[in-house]
Antibody
Framework: QVQLKESGPGLVQPSQTLSLTCTVA????????VHWVRQPPGKGLEWMGV???????RYNSALKSRLSISKDTSKSQVFLKMNSLQTEDTATYYC????????????WGQGASVTVSS | DIQMTQSPSSLSASLGDRVTITCRAS??????LTWFQQKPGKSPRRMIY???NLAAGVPSRFSGSRSGSDYSLTISSLESEDVADYHC?????????FGSGTKLEIK
């Protein structure tokens, strides 16, 4: 059964670094790409970045200077790190997998709610 | 970046109505268009991929179509369980970009 599950701190202080983990099951990170998508409360979805099955990455240019995505294939985990957090980074953060650019995001995690506040 | 202009932002329709939501792409995206449904407090669920392909387990009342740079999601006969937000996504070019979303309610 395909599963993705995000985990991380629910509260982060302004200017600090957010670290989230996406733990997957039922498929291999050597075959699938994993995206990070976020959604501020009451707003739309924002694509943040992707780590490909090969380990390459692409980021949203608006976040590129603050964002890093990596993975540990042996542990079936994908990591998101974003520094210099501000209140506008308060959002639910999702990971989602895909195989190709057409067959995208067929499975999503439950989401991790992150609040940036002192 | 490719802009996805989604309309309407909200929609109220009666049970049994035919409902259409549209996304217009600012550049050619071919068939690299996906539709997601998101119910309150839940993760997005893929409904249509490749502009016209029904995702696994999605009811056949949902369909996707393309006319030039306009992409549409149609519900042929609205049911109460279809109340949700709907989002489009282009995936032909990085950064991937979503439409602004459509809130669908029952009248």
């Amino acid at each position: 059964q395909v599963q993705l599950k995000e985990s991380g701190p629910g509260l982060v202080q302004p200017s600090q670094t957010l670290s989230l983990t996406c733990t997957v099951a039922g498929f291999s990170l050597t075959s699938y790409n994993v995206h990070w998508v976020r959604q501020p409360p009451g707003k739309g979805l924002e694509w943040m970045g992707v780590i490909w099955n090969t380990g390459g990455t692409r980021y949203n240019s608006a976040l590129k200077s603050r964002l890093s995505i990596s993975k540990d294939t042996s542990k079936s985990q994908v990591f998101l790190k974003m520094n210099s957090l501000q209140t506008e980074d308060t959002a639910t953060y999702y990971c989602a997998r895909d195989l190709t650019r057409v067959d995208v995001m067929d499975a999503w995690g439950q989401g991790a709610s992150v609040t940036v506040s002192s | 970046d490719i802009q996805m202009t989604q309309s309407p932002s909200s929609l109220s329709a009666s049970l049994g109505d035919r409902v259409t939501i549209t996304c217009r792409a600012s550049q050619d995206i071919g068939n690299y268009l996906t539709w997601f449904q998101q119910k309150p407090g839940k993760s997005p669920r893929r409904m249509i991929y490749g502009a016209t392909n029904l995702a696994a387990g999605v009811p056949s009342r949902f369909s996707g179509s393309r006319s030039g740079s306009d992409y549409s999601l149609t519900i042929s006969s609205l049911e109460s369980e279809d109340v949700a937000d709907y989002h489009c996504l282009q995936s032909i070019q990085y950064p991937f970009t979503f439409g602004s979303g459509t809130k669908l309610e029952i009248k």
